[in-house]
């Protein structure tokens, strides 16, 4: 019955150890968004694109 007590603590101590770890990496920024910096670089020449054709349509109507 002992080994059941000191199996419960242990697995306690061990969920509460990866628990800790867990909020600290959170704080740290671990978490933050990794897909979008992998992917910008696709989607980068629709957005200068789009930008100068803006860019474009600002200038024709100035003239």
């Known amino acids: 019955m002992n080994i059941i007590y000191l199996l419960l603590a242990l697995s306690v101590l061990v969920a509460i ?21 992998s992917v ?8 200068v694109n789009s930008k100068s054709k803006n860019k474009t349509t600002k200038q024709e109507k100035t003239e």
Do not use: N, W
Request: avoid cysteine; hydrophobic fraction near 50%.
């Open 40 to 47: 910008r670089m696709l989607f980068e020449d629709e957005l």
């Open 17 to 37: 150890i990866f628990f800790i770890a867990f909020i600290f990496s959170v704080k740290k920024g671990q978490y933050d968004d990794m897909y979008t910096p």
